[in-house]
C-alpha cells in the first residue's frame, strides 16, 4: 500500500476515528498493532512472517540480555536478528561478486543456488531499530522492561516501518505511556507537515524523476553542462523525495500523538561534509554514531584510530543503503571527505585567514558550495546502481561544461508549463527552508496569524497538490527513492 494513494488515506482515517473514538490506553495499543499488522500486510503474507518472527525472536533475545548481560549474549542476539537482513540484502550480492573473482582469476568453486525471493519491505530499518534495542537492554539503559505489546509497536509502527524514521527505542517507548486524547491543535499540526510533504514529493520530487531519468539512463548521448545540470536536479530530487516521504509520516505519527524523529534539518544550506552529515538522514546519522562509531571508539583513541572508524562507518552506511559496490563506494566516499576534512583543517584555515576571508559572508557562501557539489558528485556514484563505471564514466562526461543550454530538457518530455510549476515549487521550498534554517517557527508563525491567512495557506497546499500533483507518463507514486533501501 503506498502512501500517496487515496487506499493509504482512508486507512489512515478509519484508524484515527477508532483510534480516537475509544481513549482507553490499552485498546488504543492494540488498535495500533493492528493497524501496523494490516499495513504490513499489503506488502505480502509472507513479509508480515518474517516482521513476526524477527519481533519474537528479537523480544526473546531482549528477555535473555536482561538476564545475562554478556558479550557472547549480545553477540548472539545480534547474529540471530541481523541474519534475516544478510540473507535478504546481502546473500546474492556476496555469491554474485565471489563467483566473478573466482572466474576472473579462472579458479573453480562448488555454484552456491540465488535467493529468488525478494527482501522484505523496510528490513533495513526495522532491523536496525531491534539492534538498538537490543543494545540498550546490554548497556541497561530501561528501568523497567517494555511489555511485548509495546516493542511490537515500536519495531512496526505503520507510517515509519518502510523507510523510517530510525526513532530511537527509549524515546518512542516513552510516549506510549499515556493515553491519546484527540486534540484540533496537533491534528492540524500533523496535516500540514503532512500536506507540505505531499507536496514536495508530488510536485517536484515526481517532476523532476523522469527529467533525470531520460538523461541518466541515455548519459551517452550527453555531455558537460546537461550532465551537469542533471546531476544537480538529481540530488534535489532525492532530498525533496526522501524529505517528503518523512514529513508525511512524521504527520500522521504527529496526529496519532506521537513525535518521530525528523529526519532533515535543510542539509544543503551545510558548509562541510561533516556538518551534512547531522543534517541528513538524522535517525540513520544518529544510529551510526552511537552504535557504530562511539563503540570503536571515536575520536578518543587517537587522529589515526578516528579515520578508520570513520571509514568503517560510512562504510556500514554505504552497504546499509544497498548491496552494490557504488555504494560501498559512495558510503566510503563520504568517509573520505570526512577523513581529508580534517586532515587538511588547519591548512584550509591558515589560507583563509591570508585572504582575508574568515568569518565572512563569502567565506560561508563558498563552503557551503563547496560541499553541495561533493555531495552532489557522490550521488551520482549512488544512482549508478547497475555498476559503478558507469558513475565515474557519467561524472568523467560532464566536464568541461560545454553545451550550456537549456532546449535538451524538452527531449525529456516536459513542457513550459511543468517547467514554470517546477520553478516555483523549488522557490516556495527553498524560502521555507530557509527560514528553518534561521531557526523559525513556521508552525508557531501559521498559529499566530489571522483565520484567513491560516486557511488560505491549508487550501493552497490542498488544492496544489491536487491540481499540480504529478501524474504524467510513467508516473509511479509508490517509487519512494528509499523504498529500496
Not at 32 to 45: I, K, P, T
Not at 93 to 102: C, D, G, K, P, V
Not at 360 to 372: D, G, S
Request: net charge positive.
Amino acid at each position: 500500500m503506498s502512501i500517496i494513494s487515496l487506499k493509504f488515506l482512508l486507512f489512515v482515517l478509519l484508524i484515527l476515528i477508532i483510534y480516537y473514538a475509544i481513549p482507553i490506553l490499552k485498546v488504543q495499543k492494540v488498535i495500533l498493532l493492528a493497524a501496523n499488522a494490516l499495513f504490513y500486510l499489503s506488502f505480502g503474507v509472507q513479509n508480515l512472517l518474517i516482521l513476526v518472527s524477527m519481533i519474537l525472536i528479537s523480544y526473546l533475545c531482549a528477555i535473555s540480555l536482561r538476564r545475562r548481560r554478556t558479550g557472547m549474549a549480545l553477540f548472539i542476539s545480534i547474529l540471530l536478528c541481523v541474519f534475516p537482513l544478510l540473507l535478504f540484502k546481502y546473500y546474492n550480492f556476496t555469491i554474485t561478486s565471489l563467483e566473478l573473482l573466482l572466474q576472473k582469476y579462472n579458479l573453480h568453486f562448488m555454484s552456491l543456488p540465488i535467493l529468488r525471493y525478494m527482501e522484505p519491505v523496510g528490513i533495513s530499518f526495522f532491523t536496525f531499530k531491534i539492534l538498538s534495542y537490543l543494545s540498550e537492554v546490554y548497556k541497561g539503559t530501561f528501568q523497567r522492561p517494555h511489555n511485548f505489546l509495546d516493542y511490537a509497536i515500536y519495531i512496526s509502527f505503520f507510517p515509519t516501518i518502510t523507510s523510517g524514521p530510525i526513532d530511537a527505542p527509549e524515546t518512542f517507548l516513552q510516549q506510549l505511556k499515556t493515553k491519546k486524547i484527540y486534540k484540533s491543535r496537533i491534528f492540524v499540526e500533523g496535516s500540514l507537515i503532512t500536506l507540505l510533504g505531499y507536496f514536495e514529493k508530488m510536485i517536484v520530487a515526481d517532476r523532476l524523476a523522469p527529467i533525470v531519468s531520460h538523461i541518466f539512463e541515455n548519459y551517452a548521448d550527453y555531455s558537460g553542462f546537461p550532465l551537469f545540470f542533471t546531476s544537480i536536479l538529481y540530488s534535489l530530487q532525492i532530498y525533496l523525495d526522501f524529505s517528503g516521504y518523512t514529513m508525511i509520516v512524521v504527520g500522521i505519527a504527529r496526529i496519532l500523538g506521537i513525535q518521530c524523529t525528523s529526519n532533515f534539518e535543510q542539509p544543503y544550506f551545510s558548509s562541510s561534509i561533516q556538518e551534512f552529515w547531522r543534517r541528513w538522514h538524522i535517525s540513520l546519522s544518529t544510529w551510526l554514531k552511537n552504535y557504530i562509531y562511539i563503540p570503536l571508539g571515536g575520536n578518543r583513541k587517537g587522529e589515526i584510530r578516528k579515520n578508520i572508524n570513520l571509514l568503517v562507518t560510512f562504510f556500514v552506511s554505504g552497504i546499509w543503503h544497498g548491496a552494490g559496490w557504488n555504494f560501498i563506494f559512495w558510503g566510503l566516499l563520504h568517509g573520505c571527505y570526512q577523513v581529508v576534512g580534517g586532515l587538511t583543517s588547519q591548512f584550509r584555515i591558515r589560507v583563509k585567514d591570508q585572504c582575508h576571508l574568515t568569518g565572512t559572508k563569502v567565506e560561508n557562501c563558498m563552503q557551503v558550495i563547496i560541499t553541495f557539489l561533493l555531495v552532489n558528485f557522490a550521488w551520482v556514484i549512488f544512482w549508478s546502481s547497475n555498476s559503478l563505471s558507469t558513475g565515474l564514466k557519467m561524472i568523467r562526461a560532464m566536464f568541461p561544461l560545454n553545451h550550456l543550454r537549456f532546449d535538451w530538457l524538452y527531449e525529456t518530455g516536459i513542457s513550459h508549463t511543468e517547467i514554470g510549476i517546477l520553478l516555483f515549487a523549488c522557490i516556495l521550498i527553498w524560502i521555507i527552508d530557509y527560514f528553518r534554517f534561521h531557526q523559525k517557527n513556521l508552525l508557531e508563525l501559521y498559529f499566530n496569524s489571522n483565520i484567513i491567512v491560516r486557511y488560505a495557506l491549508l487550501y493552497f497546499l490542498i488544492f496544489s497538490i491536487l491540481i499540480m500533483g504529478y501524474y504524467g507518463k510513467n508516473f509511479d507514486s509508490s517509487a519512494f527513492i528509499y523504498s529500496r533501501f
